[in-house]
C-alpha cells in the first residue's frame, strides 16, 4: 500500500488520468474528490464486496442447477 501526504487542495494522479484530491479535512474525516474519465466505475469497497459475494452466489447457483460440481469437476482434471 502507498501512503501519501497532501495538504487540502493537492492532489495525486492514476494513470494519467484519475485525479484524487483532498478537498477537505475536518477532525479525523477527509473529504476528497475524485476526476476520472466516464467509462470507469467506483464503487465504495463495501459495496464492491456485497457484489462479489452475491456474483459469486449467482454463480454457485447456477452451477447446482446444472448439476455441476466444481470440487468434482476439479477433481477429475
Given amino acids: 500500500m ?7 487542495g493537492e ?3 492514476i494513470n494519467n488520468d484519475i485525479e484524487v484530491k483532498v478537498v477537505d479535512i475536518r477532525g ?5 474528490g475524485f476526476t476520472f474519465p466516464e467509462d470507469a466505475t467506483v464503487l465504495r469497497q463495501e459495496l464492491h464486496e456485497r ?3 452475491e ?4 454463480v454457485a447457483g447456477s452451477l447446482d442447477m446444472l448439476g455441476i460440481d466444481l470440487d468434482q ?5
Fill in 55 to 58: 456474483n459469486k452466489a449467482a
Fill in 28 to 32: 479525523k474525516s477527509v473529504k476528497i
Fill in 11 to 13: 492532489s495525486v494522479i
Fill in 73 to 77: 469437476s476439479a477433481e477429475e482434471d
Fill in 51 to 53: 457484489i462479489q459475494e
Fill in 2 to 8: 502507498l501512503y501519501l501526504t497532501r495538504k487540502i
